[in-house]
Structures are given as structure tokens and as C-alpha cells.
């Protein structure tokens, strides 16, 4: 009963902010500074798509609240670009529209959990879901596959993490941070055992637009009856202020998710919405096919600088750097970058992952993300030990 | 342990849409609509605070993230005027911008409960507010108030409903629905028996800027170590679309209020923060004091024609119809008012008020919301049966 000055148990065990020791490092350089920890684009949104594009004479609800599940004209767009991307049968009342993949993750999350229920999350995983579980009293389980290499081992991994108080199945594909995308093979894997363990089914596919190497896989194609897909306006196509994204899931789910929308965040803006309904048209597509090309260019690049294999999807790299830490470990190798101007993300927001470190090479123009690339590179290079 | 096709059981016990019986007996009506169960105002934006007013050329971050807390400029305007209005020391950690008072009001729920924890809200209350406690798993606990003379009595329905799990008291004022402003001497008692139980205190003050009767007294100025203060530039300045709000409370709790903030809608869309910040001068200042005069007007108008006393602030009227309902209840009386184009909000939406109804004078131009004020009227005046 937390009473003041007592707070929520559940959000008192959420991680805060990960950046002030290395803000305040970063302060005392002079040069050019880095930003990778930031997962945003420096692309801005396509033409005719910004808030100075929209006339309150064309839209005279521009500025009053929109419906709560979405505007129809927006829902009618999702609804026909679901099917013709999916397969999957979709009916309006299929889809919310909400205040980002956050917002929709949220609903997802709040329509199922009750306080003490487990979520299984495959690890790496977007840093803020497990927040989200835990600040609706559900347990965030992460199931670490960074080194699985089937989707028999996959399962072994999921099964070796799951329990009687299991009731839904977090993915994350394309990945953030690995950049990975999930075979068919291992998605098929994974709504199978869903299906058979009774689980809901959490596709997180906020960068389906964003793949280099294979192909996507819708994991509601696979179970639809119990998998919710959660999509981001932001991530697609470079508007994440705007908040929207969106959400499609099993027909009589869809009123326990609006029910917790409407009590988080009322409705989704509504000139987001309008500018959400212009993008999904061939405006969006051609800025979509300019920006993926430019990501995997300069992902490729980014790699080839550091070593590693090339991204297969998404705006990240997820890069191991065991070798060169000491004895302070991850905190103190941060802090070396942001004395060099360069920002990164911990691993440990996405997991189990004490070693790693992520990294975005979109959310700055290219020359100068590889600028950045170039600071991390020289400190990962064996010949030049890491030291502060 | 809701696994498929169960959901989380506070949710299912939150009412879902309620006027979808309404909005099909409406669907036979030909002539005008009076859609008076909406919140919001006929008035536009102010001059140069509508979306097609902000340049990407003056604002490069417009399409990005803000920051998670909100834009530093929002955030220092906001503590100016939050000092200049309620005289209480207010630092930049002080103030978190939101979603709208929706999100605020959840970043505050679900920092400080924990399962089963009760809220007392006095009721009649805004509808949401008893949703978002429960999305977070939280009891509310409606405290009618509505026959209540004096602080005493107040207090006196204050602690009838209080318990062990009491941890928080929630005060709506300028009230919606009921108008009422509360005066000085209550919001003190309140504010002396939160701080004698060790309650946390919210003050949801949305219409802090509609007052025709007496004066708005904050929530904060009178506990400020205990209180949160919930506020809306949907509601002052005619920008609900925008999904706009924000919260003032005790320095210590707000990096919690960040911690959920962050994981239910992540940051206040961008571009709704640059003209909440442009709102925030003189331009906003002549907005509400035309708006308020005109709400003023229509309102007191709307009263005199329903025979009841003129409202004392916010946009509402809350009327007691139960000298007119048949044996079917208020169901019956608001399809025969959907039947005549009129739409209102049904008195359990705001506690247990079964006989009641709410109008909002504000949401159609004051002609139109007074044509739908007659209708109800008629419906309401004694020589008239109200039936089917």
C-alpha cells in the first residue's frame, strides 16, 4: 500500500534514465558529437506529409479529438494494406489505431495481464516492453536467444523460460537491436508452441519496412486467433513526434484493448492520424524505398567499419564488447565514447546482455553516423587498447 | 492467469461504450443532430496555433521525438505560470507534459498504486478517471458529494468511504459534469484530511480557466507535498485533437510519473508541444477570455431555459431527470431524446447517479447546442410526458 512517500512496487523496479553518467561525460567534448543511442531517422517525412501540409480547411476536425479506435479513413487503409500484406482475413474492427507501437503495446499488454502474469520476451528485445509489463503488474521473462540457431533450439530457449504462469509470447522482428529477421521457420515455431501452450501471441513488427536480407513474416499470418501485431507510423516513415502506430488482433480482443487506449491516452492526435492516412499511399511507398535503400547503405557500411555482419533488417546494430572492457565493466566503457562525443545504448536495456552495446545508424545523416562509427571502430580495433 | 481467450479482470469490469444504443435510435432522426454528450468546444484554435501554422524550416525537430519529460521551452513556460498562478515553489522537475490530462492522470495512477490499493473519488467525476484506476488494478471508490453542504459534510462522506487501502483522494474542480466550483474552506478540509491520513491528493483542474462563479482554487497550493495536479491544453484552448496535457507534483514522485509516462505513450506528440508553447502567452490569454465569456453566456442561457442554476464554471450541466423516467430507467429516456437528435451523457458515467444526465454546452456552436437544449426541455417540461 503504497502510501507517500511510497510509489507503485512495480514501477519502483522499472529502470530510469541510462544517459546521465554519460550526458555528463559528454559535456566536457568540444567536437562533433554522436548520438547513436536515439532509434529515429534523419530523414524528414515525405512531402505533403507535415504538419504545415495540413489545412483545418480541408480537415475542419483537425484539431478536436478523433474517434477513439481511429479515424475511419485511416482504419479503411490499414484494414485493405493488412490483407494485401498478410493474407489474413481483416476487418475494421480488427485495428486500433494508437499513440505509437508504445501506445499499442501498452493496450495489448493492460487488456491481458493480471498482476503477477508472465510475459515471455525474446531476448534482445525493445528496451521499453518490459517496462510496460511491469507497469501493468505483469512479469517481464526475458528468454535470451542472441546464439540460437534453429528454431528447435529457439524452443528449447522459450520452454527453459516458461511456466504455469506464462500467458503470452513477446517478438521482436525485424529486430531491435540485433538487426536480425526472423526465418519463417522459427516464426511458424513460435506460434505453433503458442498455439499449443495456450498463449497470446505479441508481434512487435515496428520495422517490417526495414528488411535487407530475407523477408518479413507476419506472425498474426501465422496464428491469427491469438496474435496481436503492433506497427509504428514512426518507424516507417520518419515521423516519430507525431505519435501513431497501430495495432490488429483478434476480433473479440479488440474491445479490451480500446478500453485500456481510451484510459491511457483518450485518443490517437488527430493531424497524426490525418498525415498516417497520406503516407499509406504511394507517397508513402516511394519515401519507404529511398529510406530503406539509404538505411542498408549506410548499415552495411556501419558493419563493414566494425566487422561484423552486415544488418538483415531494422536500424541497429547489436555489437558484443566483452574484449575490451575492464574491470568497472559496461559503465565505464560507455563513458569512454561519451568523452569522444559518441552516445550508445547499454545492453542490459534489452536483456541479459552485460557486453553488448547498441548502436542506430539512421538517426543521424550517414556521414555523420559513420563519423561516430569511425570513434567506436578505433576503440574496438585490438591494436588500440580501451582506456580512459 | 487470463490466457486465450480470457483478458485481464479489471478491464473487463470497465464499462465499454455506452451510447451505442443511442447512436442507433439517432440514426432514424432526419433533422438536426445535438450531439451534447461530447467534451469539447465549437471554437478553432487560436491565430498561428493551428498544425498548418508551424514551419519545419522553424522547428527541425517537429517531425522527432521530444524529449520524454517534454520541450524545454513548454516546460519552462509551464513553471512560470504555474508559480505566478498558484504562488507554490515549482522547479522544471516539477512538471511532466502529457497526453492529454488522460495520460496524466494514468502517469499518476500508475506510479502510486499497487493491486487492490483504493482511490476515493468524489463523485460525480470525470467518467475516465475510475477506468484508469482500474486499468492499473486500483479500486475506485466513488464518494457521492453531490447533496453536500459544507466541508464538514464533505469530510463527513470523505471518511465514509475510506478504508486501510485508501492511498489516494481524487478531486475534480471546476467539476465535470456537475459545474461546481469548489470553494476554499473544502479543498482545504480535503487537503488537511489527506495530510492527517497520509493520502496521496489529485487534483484534476482541466477547467481551471472556465469559472463564472467564485474562484478556482488549486489542488497543490494547499498540500503541495502530497499533490498532484492534473491539467489540459485540449480543454483551455480548443485543441483536443492535439492530445496535449500536463501534471505538476512533488519533485520526488515525478521521475516515477516519468517511469509510466514513458511506457504508455513515450513522449507528448512534438507538434502539440510547440503550439501548447505558443498558447502559453498573451495569444492563449485573449482565446480564453473570449471562449469564457462566450461559455459563459450559452451556459448560463442554457440553465435559465432548464429551469436549474447557472453552472459555476466548466462546460456542463448535470440534471436530474428522474421525475421523467419510465419503469425502463434512464436506457429508456435517452433513446427518446436519441430519437430527437440529442445525444447526453448517462448519470452513471460519473458514479452512482442512475437518474442523471450530463450536457455540454460547448461542443456545437451555441445556437445549435441551445435548439438542443430545448428539445431536452420540452422532454423535461412538466405538461409534457416524456414517452416513446
Redesign the interface.
Known amino acids: ?5 511510497h ?6 523496479v ?1 529502470p ?1 534514465a541510462v544517459y546521465s553518467s554519460q550526458a555528463e561525460r559528454m559535456r566536457a567534448w568540444k567536437g562533433e558529437l554522436y548520438p547513436l543511442h ?1 532509434g ?1 531517422t534523419w530523414l ?2 515525405a512531402e505533403g506529409c ?7 480547411a480541408d480537415h475542419p ?6 474517434p477513439i479506435q481511429g479515424l475511419p479513413s485511416l482504419i479503411d487503409a490499414i484494414v485493405e494494406r493488412t490483407r494485401a500484406r498478410t493474407g489474413v482475413a481483416t476487418e475494421r474492427e480488427d485495428v486500433l489505431v494508437t ?2 507501437a ?2 499499442g503495446l ?1 493496450a495489448i499488454m ?6 503477477g ?1 508472465e510475459v515471455l520476451l525474446l531476448a534482445p528485445y525493445w528496451p ?1 516492453v518490459a ?2 509489463v ?4 505483469g512479469v517481464p521473462v526475458a528468454v535470451p536467444f542472441l546464439d540460437v540457431r534453429g528454431p528447435e533450439e529457439l524452443l528449447a530457449a522459450v520452454r527453459a523460460k516458461a511456466g ?2 506464462t ?1 503470452a509470447l513477446y517478438v521482436n522482428t525485424p529486430n531491435n537491436p540485433t538487426g536480425k529477421v526472423l526465418p519463417r521457420a522459427w516464426v511458424e515455431a513460435l506460434a505453433e508452441e503458442a498455439r499449443r501452450q ?3 501471441l505479441i508481434g512487435d513488427e515496428v520495422y517490417e519496412d526495414y528488411v535487407y536480407v530475407g523477408e518479413h513474416v507476419s506472425t498474426r499470418a501465422l496464428a491469427p ?2 496474435t496481436f501485431s503492433a506497427y509504428s507510423f514512426s518507424k516507417a516513415y ?6 501513431c502506430g497501430h495495432v490488429v488482433g ?1 476480433t ?2 479488440m ?2 484493448l ?3 487506449s ?11 492520424q490525418v498525415v498516417a492516412t497520406r503516407v499509406l499511399g504511394s507517397v508513402g511507398d516511394a519515401w519507404v524505398a529511398n529510406a530503406s535503400a539509404r538505411y542498408r547503405e549506410v548499415g552495411n557500411e556501419a558493419a563493414r567499419r566494425l566487422g561484423v555482419p552486415p544488418p538483415e533488417g531494422s536500424t541497429f546494430l547489436f555489437l558484443d564488447v566483452s574484449a575490451h572492457l575492464d574491470a568497472r565493466g559496461l559503465p565505464s566503457f560507455m563513458e569512454t565514447c561519451a568523452e569522444r562525443g559518441l552516445l550508445l545504448s547499454p545492453g542490459p536495456s534489452f536483456g541479459p546482455f552485460p557486453h553488448h552495446v547498441r548502436l542506430c545508424f539512421t538517426c543521424v545523416p550517414p556521414e555523420v553516423a559513420l563519423r561516430g562509427v569511425d570513434v567506436l571502430a578505433g576503440l574496438l580495433s585490438p591494436r588500440r587498447p580501451v582506456s580512459r
Not at 510509489?7 to 519502483?12: A, D, E, L
Not at 507535415?50 to 483545418?56: F, I, S, V
Not at 481510451?262 to 492526435?269: I, N
Open positions: 500500500m503504497p502510501r507517500p512517500p510509489f507503485s512496487p512495480s514501477v519502483s522499472i530510469g536515439v529515429d524528414s517525412p507535415r504538419m504545415e501540409d495540413l489545412r483545418a476536425e483537425l484539431h478536436r479529438y478523433a499513440t505509437g508504445t501506445g501498452g493492460g487488456a491481458l495481464l493480471a498482476p502474469d521499453l517496462g510496460i511491469a507497469s501493468f503488474h504455469p504462469r500467458v495456450g498463449w497470446w486467433e491469438r520518419g515521423m516519430a513526434g507525431n505519435r483478434p473479440e480482443a474491445g479490451h480500446r478500453k485500456v481510451t484510459h491511457s491516452f483518450y485518443a490517437t492526435p488527430t493531424a497524426a
